[in-house]
């Protein structure tokens, strides 16, 4: 059978997965087999998601709201909370208005299929997310790659094909999820100005680690043509995502886009969650600034995000070095193609607001003892 062959192909280049199962997570620190380890791949970044200080407001939501929300937000799913939760959201990321989806994936599938579409043009860089790219792919767009954070190369492409197109998009990730590398935003909106062109924005890994919003970081403000998708599963510690924009454009989404129109909406109690959570990020982020300076100083690895890529290159090599890892009771799987190039693999290293001095310090030593 061609899925027999496809696994024994992938065992054989290393590029086999298999889920972990983690019986228990405290912060930071998860539980396989009875054993602690120090979870140093989560993208929890604001370390919300697991603290118990919280349990006691995630309770009264639950009580309040319920399990579910029983509807599409078109039907009977649509709920003061979610409304709430919108303008913060919204607020949060200096816009008019903002648009809760199920996922970042539905999200950007959602804004890509339904903005852009047969004689339309995206120019994309080459390293934005999978959910990107495929909603590139279902807009059916002819879609141009630029070079990763290169604006030259983008200009030429935009100054060559841009007048062909009726509407156009430029489309990147602001923080990139397997490099932590950051798009020079600043310099894409004015591409976006000059070229007549939407500037869509990937900020799923930016949101509470960077700033409240990508745009924070560069001190520039959104504009009519910026949407930015956002998620609430990582820093902010709950589930979701949104786009946040223009009132105009939220209406055209609640109209347009399938991801939203055709899915249950998220349980109200989530949104209430998360209206928790947010009064909680401006303190954490100062202490994950101070994670993220330490772990750089003392590795030697240099970012400014919470991503720490450790390249490699051989995807076997990588697997051997995670494993030994794990047996130290550091949690950072092998990162391998083809969610990075060939010749790429990695360990991702993630920091955390809840790692103390004391894990990162032994982390530090762990790599210096195996590499």
């Not at 100054?159 to 998009?169: I, L, P, Q, V, W």
């Not at 055209?252 to 109690?269: D, L, S």
């Amino acid at each position: 059978m061609e899925v027999d062959r496809t696994l024994e192909e992938l065992k054989k280049h290393n590029l086999y997965r298999k889920l972990k199962t983690i019986e228990r997570a405290e912060g930071v620190y998860v539980y396989i087999n009875g054993k602690r380890f120090v979870n140093f791949s989560s993208n929890d970044y604001l370390s919300l998601a697991f603290d118990k200080r919280l349990a006691e407001n995630h309770k009264k939501c639950l009580e309040r709201w319920g399990s579910g929300s029983g509807a599409a937000r078109l039907v009977t799913g649509n709920f003061t909370v979610h409304e709430e939760l919108e303008k913060k959201l919204a607020k949060m990321k200096k816009t008019e208005a903002a648009l809760l989806f199920t996922c970042g994936y539905m999200a950007n599938l959602g804004i890509l299929s339904s903005l852009l579409g047969n004689g339309d043009a995206i120019f994309s860089d080459e390293l934005n997310h999978a959910s990107l790219i495929d909603g590139c792919r279902l807009s059916k767009a002819k879609v141009f790659i630029y070079k990763h954070r290169d604006v030259d190369h983008l200009e030429e492409l935009l100054k060559t094909n841009r007048s062909e197109f009726k509407t156009a998009a430029i489309v990147t990730d602001s923080v990139f999820s397997m490099d932590g590398d950051i798009a020079p935003l600043d310099k894409l909106l004015k591409l976006a100005e000059d070229y007549n062109t939407y500037l869509i924005v990937d900020d799923a890994h930016a949101t509470g680690v960077i700033g409240n919003s990508s745009f924070d970081f560069f001190d520039i403000k959104p504009t009519e043509r910026t949407i930015i998708m956002g998620t609430l599963g990582k820093a902010i510690g709950t589930f979701g995502a949104f786009v946040a924009s223009t009132s105009r454009m939220k209406e055209f989404f609640v109209n347009r886009a399938r991801t939203f129109i055709f899915t249950t909406a998220i349980p109200p109690h989530i949104a209430c969650m998360t209206i928790k959570n947010l009064q909680e990020i401006k303190s954490r982020m100062n202490k994950l600034q101070e994670n993220i300076e330490l772990l750089s100083k003392l590795t030697g690895i240099k970012s400014q995000t919470a991503i720490f890529p450790l390249i490699v290159g051989d995807s076997g090599r990588t697997l051997q070095l995670s494993e030994k890892l794990l047996e130290k009771g550091f949690i950072i799987p092998a990162i391998r193609p083809p969610t990075v190039p060939e010749g790429t693999a990695r360990l991702r290293i993630t920091v955390a607001a809840g790692h103390t001095v004391k894990d990162i310090k032994n982390l530090s030593d762990a790599l210096k003892t195996l590499i």
